[in-house]
């Protein structure tokens, strides 16, 4: 039972893990694999972070199930590419990581297993179960729970970067309107349905969020040292 139930939200599963791994709306700073002398537990350094070859591995495998469940090719260029996307993913979290530390952001154990809780898959009867959430982890995601913990705790202290960061951002009266008299010039004479004054408010307001993100990730790379230590084959220098 509880196998078909894991076979069944799989898809979903490996989806949430790598939506909030991957930061897919910064474009980065000119990141391309290359090789290097390495020790053979290290994918990759950023600053004096070593990022585990474990991880790297594990989240490929996972990006690599989600594409074939998807019914999706995957050809050579395909996995090159993704090998790619996901020490990107990897060098980006590490980066905000590393900055959201610097600015003292923190997660506690509460907050953590609150998280943890709010996942419909390690749920039963509407409930957190232990015994779901490890075999959740064993069967599809195939991780400990020490290092899927960890990484979410990672995660939440991105986000609290990001909220913080958001929380400034603001779409003046006059910019709605602007972009009010952009859309009505744009679908004059055509049936659209009226604008949702606050709902637009909210759609600027994340993407001019993003744009700002993006420009500070692009700073942020002119100062991180990093280094790569996977070929394009996927094989460690």
């Known amino acids: 039972m509880l196998m078909n139930w894991l076979r069944k939200h799989q898809r979903k599963i490996l989806g949430f893990v790598i939506a909030g791994f991957l930061i897919s709306t910064f474009v980065g700073f000119g990141l391309y694999i290359t090789s290097g002398k390495s020790n ?27 594409k074939r469940n998807n019914k999706e090719d995957v050809t050579a260029d395909t996995l090159k590419s993704m090998r790619q996307e996901v020490i990107q993913g990897l060098i980006q979290e590490s980066v905000f990581f590393q900055e959201a530390d610097r600015y003292g ?42 290092d899927f913990e960890e990484a979410q705790r ?19 009266d006059r910019e709605l309107e602007m972009e009010i ?8 004479g055509k049936k659209t349905p009226p604008i949702d004054k606050e709902k637009l408010r909210q759609e600027m307001a994340q993407e001019k969020g993003a744009h700002i993100l993006n420009r500070w990730y692009q700073q942020l790379g002119t100062n991180v040292k990093f280094k790569v230590f996977l070929d394009e084959s996927g094989r460690q220098g």
């Open 40 to 66: 053979m537990d290290t994918v990759a350094e950023v600053n004096d972070e070593k990022i585990p070859f474990q991880r790297f591995n594990a989240l490929y495998n996972q990006a690599v199930t989600m």
């Open 154 to 172: 990672r995660q939440i202290e991105i986000n609290h970067l990001r909220s913080f960061i958001m929380q400034g951002i603001k779409i003046t």
């Open 105 to 146: 952001f923190q997660v506690s154990d509460q907050e953590l297993a609150v998280n943890l809780a709010s996942y419909p898959a390690f749920q039963k009867d509407g409930k957190f179960s232990g015994q779901a959430y490890v075999n959740m982890l064993q069967t599809v995601l195939q991780t400990s729970p020490k």
């Open 181 to 188: 008299a952009l859309r009505m010039a744009r679908d004059a």
